[in-house]
Structures are given as structure tokens and as C-alpha cells.
């Protein structure tokens, strides 16, 4: 039996055209990647900030309430939780300077639509699904490489890395910042200033990062009743309901060994969450 395409002229065209398009869109896939990385690289506030922002939470914030983190327990003091205030707050940082790069590399998108650029990228022969990737997958390799830059500042919060957490905690990063991307572009679509984007993003950035048990503990051995006499029941209620609490929790068991909650709920719950957003990113630029 041969193969059809070797004697079919016809095939043979449709064949080559078919692996035309698919080269066609992993190119245009690489262009929109390289170019939303370059841009984020040269913009050097955006580098200013992800420097910054880890030193002002770890040197300042870390140092000034670690202190309040222990409890004198029979003349003994102790920590809250076996870990300092600084190596407990380490991975929130590094949420926290994933989540700004995530959502705020998503001002491309307005950018773009103000200049003229995205119609004519949308008018190009490449599925949007390429484009919106491609954009999407931009933004997560600049927002990993920012909380890659927190885990260079491990050794003042007296946190040790080995190899392979490391490598485990860029996966959860590089996870996070995808599912945050998608989530700034599916928002960017519905804002149509680069004001009015500063504003909704950080009423999204700042109350999740808040009430994820970044910067303070949920006693594990406590259930949820007996953590209701210690907090309010609506805080608690948005602690546990809030996704992040978990990706935070699970990247702190990597960096440091301590988990309050399931340690394979972050992953799962941030890669469903990944499909969604992105669902709703695409969505957008279909619509558009």
C-alpha cells in the first residue's frame, strides 16, 4: 500500500500548506512571546519594581513584625509557627511580585488596541488562539523570571533552597504567573484606560494577596470551628475560599517545608483555573 501524497500532486499541496500553517503559527507564536519579552525588559520600571518590592517586604516588613511573631509560651518564647516571620512571609514575596508583573504585563493589551497594533495582528492569517497564547506565555516568562529574582534574596530570610525545590517552585511560579496573565488580559478586555486598569487591577492584586494567609498563619492543627473563636467568621470564610491561599501554601512547602493546607490543592486548583481564565482571555479577543 503506498502513501497517497507521494503520488498525488493534490495531496501533496494540501499537505505542504497544512505544514505551512503550522510553521506559520509557531512563528507567529514565537514573535508575539519574544515580543512581549522584550518590551518587558526594557522597561526598566518594571525592573525597579520587581527588585523593590521583595526588598521592601523582606527587609523592612519581614524584620519590623518578626518580633510580633512569637509568643512567650512558660518563660519560653517560641515561634507562632516553627518558622521566623521572614521565612514564612517569603513566599507570599514571591506571589506578590508575581502577581503584579502577571496582571500589569497585560497593559500590552490596551497598549496595543490604542496604537493599532492588535487589529492588525488580529487581522493576520493566525488563529487567535496563537495570538492570545502567545501574548499570554510572554507575560508568564517575565512574571517567573520576577519571582525568580525574589528566591535570589533567600538567603536573608534565612530560607534554604536545595536543587530540586527550586526547580519544583519555578514550575508553581511559572503556573501562577500563567493563570494571572490570563486573568489581566481577560480584564483589559473589559477596561478601555490605561487609568481605569491600574485601579480594577489592583482591587483584584491587593485583596486576594491579603487574605491568602500570605502574611499571617492559619494554625493547621486548628479546625475551622476553633479558628472561628480566633478571627472572624467572615475572614475565614474568604481565606478558604480564595485560590490563591492554596498556590501560596503550596509553594511555601517547597520553599520552606510548611503547609496549612493539602499540598497538591495549589497545583490543581491554579491549573483549572489556568483553563478558565484563559477560556475568558480568548473569548475576549474573539469579541474583539
Not at 496604537?115 to 497564547?133: K, M, N, T
Not at 526547580?167 to 483589559?188: E, H, K, N, P, R
Not at 491587593?206 to 478571627?231: A, E, G, I, K
Request: charged share 15%; aromatic share 14%.
Amino acid at each position: 500500500m503506498t502513501d497517497r501524497t507521494a503520488t498525488d500532486p493534490a495531496a501533496r499541496t494540501a499537505a505542504a500548506e497544512g505544514d505551512g500553517r503550522s510553521f506559520g503559527a509557531l512563528g507567529a507564536l514565537g514573535g508575539i512571546w519574544l515580543r512581549e519579552v522584550k518590551r518587558a525588559l526594557r522597561d526598566r520600571g518594571q525592573l525597579v519594581g520587581g527588585v523593590s518590592r521583595p526588598l521592601l517586604y523582606i527587609l523592612i516588613m519581614g524584620i519590623g513584625l518578626n518580633p510580633y511573631f512569637r509568643a512567650e509560651v512558660y518563660g519560653e518564647v517560641r515561634f507562632v509557627v516553627p518558622y521566623s516571620y521572614l521565612q514564612f512571609i517569603f513566599a507570599g514575596v514571591v506571589v506578590l511580585n508575581v502577581m503584579y508583573t502577571s496582571v500589569q504585563s497585560a497593559v500590552s493589551v490596551i497598549w496595543d488596541r490604542e496604537f493599532g497594533f492588535l487589529r492588525e495582528v488580529l487581522v493576520a492569517p493566525v488563529p487567535r488562539f496563537v495570538v492570545v497564547l502567545g501574548k499570554v506565555l510572554g507575560g508568564a516568562t517575565v512574571a517567573t523570571l520576577h519571582g525568580c529574582i525574589v528566591l535570589l534574596f533567600a538567603y536573608f530570610a534565612d530560607v534554604e533552597l536545595m536543587l530540586g525545590d527550586i526547580v519544583a517552585a519555578i514550575g508553581l511560579i511559572f503556573l501562577l504567573a500563567f493563570c494571572l496573565t490570563s486573568l489581566g488580559i481577560a480584564i483589559a478586555h473589559q477596561v478601555r484606560s490605561f487609568e481605569g486598569f491600574g485601579v480594577f487591577s489592583n482591587a483584584v492584586i491587593l485583596p486576594l494577596f491579603f487574605t491568602s494567609s500570605s502574611v499571617f498563619p492559619l494554625d493547621p492543627s486548628l479546625s475551622r470551628t476553633q479558628l472561628l473563636v480566633l478571627y472572624p467568621e467572615w475572614l475565614v470564610t474568604v481565606i478558604y475560599a480564595n485560590p490563591l491561599t492554596y498556590a501560596v501554601d503550596a509553594l511555601r512547602g517547597k520553599l520552606i517545608g510548611f503547609n496549612q493546607f493539602d499540598p497538591s490543592a495549589g497545583p490543581t486548583i491554579l491549573a483549572i483555573l489556568s483553563v478558565v481564565f484563559f477560556y475568558f482571555a480568548l473569548r475576549g479577543f474573539r469579541r474583539g
